[in-house]
C-alpha cells in the first residue's frame, strides 16, 4: 500500500512540473507530450490523412486558403514577436490544404498543418469569414491546445488509476469507477475543451485583425453556422463546444478588442468583406 501512495506521488510531482507557458494568455498548462514528440507524430499522420483523401489543387478556392492561412501565419508571427516570443514557431511547418469532403469543417494540427473541407466553403460565403474559421484552428494549435488535451486525457486517467490503488473494496470501486467516468468527463473535460474554443476564438479574432480581416464577421459567420446546422446540437454542458449562441455574444464582445489590438500593428482598415 505505501509503495503504491508512492509512486502516485511520484506521478503527480512528474505531471505537475510537466508544464508549459501559454505565450497568448502567460498561464501554465500541461505539456505532457512535448512539441519535439507531437510535431512529427502530427506531421506523420497529416501526410497520411492527404494521401488518403482527394485534395484540391489549382482552383480560386484552393489558392484562396493558402492566401488566407499564409496571412494569418504572419499575423501570428507579429503577434507573437511583439509579444516577446520571436522564436515561437520556428518548429511550424505551415501548410494549406482544401480537400473535398461535404463535412462542414476545418482544423489544424499542432505545428501548423491544415484542412479545410470543401463543406464549409458554402456557410463562410466570403474570405473574411474563411480568415474567421482560420483565425480559429491555427489558434488551437499556437495555444498548444491538442498538447493539453492529450496531457489531461492522460491525468484523467491517471485519476482513475489512483482511484482503483487506493480503493481496496471491489464493489466501492465499481462505484467510483461510474461516478468519475461521469463527473470526470461532464464536470472537467467537457469544460476544459469548451474554455480552449472560446480561446481560440478570441485568438483568431486578434489574428484575422492583424491579417487584415474584419473581425465583425465572425459573429455572422457562426449565424450562418447555426442556420446550417439546423439547431441540431447537444445542451452546452454536455457539449465540447460553447452553443452557437454563446459564441456569437462572445465574438461581438471581442470584436472592439481585436480592432484594437490590430491597430498595434498598423492596421486601421479591413479588406472589404465580399464574396469570393
Given amino acids: 500500500m505505501k509503495l503504491n501512495k508512492l509512486t502516485l506521488t511520484l506521478v503527480m510531482l512528474a505531471v505537475f512540473f510537466s508544464c508549459s507557458e501559454n505565450p497568448f494568455t502567460g498561464k501554465k498548462t500541461l505539456a505532457l507530450v512535448p512539441n519535439s514528440q507531437l510535431f512529427p507524430t502530427s506531421f506523420a499522420q497529416y501526410n497520411q490523412f492527404l494521401g488518403e483523401n482527394r485534395v484540391v489543387n489549382n482552383t480560386t478556392e484552393a489558392e484562396m486558403i493558402t492566401r488566407v492561412g499564409q496571412r494569418i501565419a504572419i499575423a501570428a508571427e507579429r ?8 522564436g515561437y514557431l520556428n518548429d511550424y511547418k505551415w501548410e494549406y490544404n482544401l480537400v473535398q469532403d461535404d463535412a462542414v469543417n476545418a482544423w489544424c494540427m499542432p505545428g501548423g498543418k491544415i484542412v479545410f473541407y470543401t463543406g464549409i466553403l458554402p456557410v463562410a460565403q466570403n474570405e ?15 495555444a498548444n491546445h491538442g498538447q493539453q488535451r492529450m496531457s489531461a486525457g492522460m491525468v484523467q486517467q491517471l485519476g482513475a488509476v489512483a482511484g482503483n490503488v487506493l480503493i481496496q473494496d471491489e464493489q466501492k470501486a ?23 474554443e472560446t480561446e ?56 472592439p478588442n481585436a480592432k484594437a489590438e490590430a491597430k498595434k500593428f498598423g492596421v486601421t482598415q479591413f479588406r472589404p468583406i465580399g464574396k469570393y
Avoid at 446550417?228 to 459564441?247: D, I, K, W
Wanted: a neutral charge; zero cysteines; proline letters at 6%.
Fill in 79 to 86: 503577434w507573437l514577436t511583439a509579444n516577446g516570443q520571436p
Fill in 128 to 142: 473574411t469569414a474563411i480568415a474567421a474559421i482560420m483565425g480559429h484552428e491555427v489558434a488551437h494549435a499556437l
Fill in 174 to 196: 465499481a462505484l467510483f469507477n461510474q461516478a468519475y467516468g461521469v463527473g470526470s468527463q461532464v464536470g472537467v473535460m467537457l469544460p476544459f475543451s469548451r474554455s480552449h
Fill in 200 to 255: 481560440a476564438d478570441r485568438i483568431g479574432l486578434y489574428l484575422m485583425a492583424i491579417a487584415g480581416y474584419n473581425p465583425d464577421e465572425a459573429a455572422q459567420l457562426w449565424v450562418r453556422m447555426g442556420q446550417a446546422s439546423g439547431g441540431q446540437a447537444p445542451p452546452e454542458f454536455l457539449s465540447t463546444h460553447p452553443s452557437n449562441q454563446t459564441r456569437i455574444n462572445n465574438l461581438k464582445q471581442l470584436a
